[in-house]
């Protein structure tokens, strides 16, 4: 901003004295759109401008009459003020095209510097996604290898359970009929003698039974003959029998299942949940229900045991039957849930879905 201002400068008069002129002013203001104007104030309008008819304030700028110094001072103002505004609009473009040539170069500055960092991100999230489709790849073999062994081995428990069965049971059961025959020859012998002849009867006997619940155990044909819900009632009395846990089978639906890779899971989980009561759980009575739940099929044992704290089990086998029933389940594209709480037994939960069967 540009300020024109004479404070007490004396002018000569032709009959009173001197006169002042105490300000000229507003000031030049450097900014667009503003008009140049110098309003004047004064004691002598006379002595400033030559004649005493033009009103006091009026524009200064007209500078055909009046005191030569003050036309000179308001020719000079005017001249100032017209260099002035150019060179204000040049140095102000000048400082304009600085500061936007400062801020094009942080900005490029920055630019490079996002770009760096934008590279890294998009390595490691490269990097990132080729970790993970490589462990879903090893996850995806260990499923099939999981699945493979899970066949060769029910496969090899068929194959030794009919072994049992159609083999070495029938040996033994040649063997009975064999000590028997024995037993009626010696009908004359003495007492002792029969009674050591019908020990050895009892205890083949007895063997020919346990190889016989051998092979059930490695692979029911029951399972195969006559379907999951008979062999589960089959298997169920027989664990109550041999435990005296009083086992209820209920079946809500009586399903015929037909895809035997569910049947066996199925049943298997039953076997290992039931293997786990006798030999942990101290159980008076275990409860055995199969029937459909939200369009599945849904087995659930439950028992009123001592139950477990499954972060503080230190068994190896329960740890290793519980990941083999999980790993059995997930394999037919079913679930898993196993509930315990010490003092208030378990509940073992297993799901398949029945599209599964195909």
């Known amino acids: 901003m540009v300020v024109l201002s004479l404070l007490s400068f004396p002018f000569p008069t032709e009959g009173e004295g001197s006169s ?31 004649e005493g008819d033009r009103p006091l304030g009026s524009d200064a700028s007209d500078t055909r009459q009046g005191d030569p110094l003050v036309r000179r001072l308001l020719r000079m103002a005017l001249l100032m003020a017209l260099v002035g505004i150019p060179m204000w609009y040049f140095f102000r473009h000048l400082d304009r095209e600085e500061e936007l040539k400062r801020l094009n170069v942080g900005l490029q500055a920055r630019t490079k510097e996002l770009a760096a960092v934008n590279e890294s991100l998009v390595a490691e999230v490269s990097e990132r996604m080729r970790t993970e489709q490589s462990l879903e790849a090893s996850r995806g073999d260990l499923r099939q290898l999981a699945a493979q062994l899970i066949r060769v081995q029910e496969e090899e428990r068929q194959r030794i359970a009919r072994d049992l069965h159609d083999d070495i049971n029938q040996r033994l059961a040649l063997l009975t009929i064999d000590v028997e025959a024995l037993e009626r020859q010696l009908s004359t012998a003495p007492t002792h003698t029969l009674r050591a002849v019908r020990a050895i009867e009892d205890r083949v006997i007895e063997l020919s039974d346990d190889v016989r619940h051998l092979a059930h155990q490695l692979h029911p044909s029951i399972l ?71 369009d599945g099929l849904r087995l659930m044992i439950s028992d009123d045991g001592v139950g477990f704290d499954r972060d503080r089990q230190h068994d190896k086998r ?30 073992v939960c297993a799901w398949v879905p029945l599209e599964q069967q195909g």
Request: charged share 25%; aromatic share 4%; net charge positive.
């Open 20 to 50: 002042k002129i105490m300000s000229i002013g507003p000031v030049l203001p450097v900014v667009p759109a503003l008009p140049v104007s110098f309003l004047v104030e004064m004691t002598n309008a006379r002595s400033l401008l030559g």
């Open 224 to 294: 195969n003959d006559l379907g999951l819900s008979i062999a589960l009632q089959r298997f169920v009395d027989d664990f109550t029998a041999r435990t005296g846990v009083q086992g209820d089978f209920i079946d809500q639906d009586s399903l015929k299942i037909r895809d035997q890779q569910i049947a066996t899971c199925l049943y298997r989980v039953a076997q290992e949940s039931l293997m786990n009561v006798s030999r942990h759980a101290k159980a008076k009575q275990v409860r055995i229900e199969l029937g459909r739940w939200q």
């Open 318 to 347: 329960g740890r290793l039957g519980l990941l083999s029933m999980k790993e059995r389940v997930a394999l037919v594209g079913g679930m898993l849930d196993i509930e315990s709480v010490e003092g208030q037994g378990t509940r």
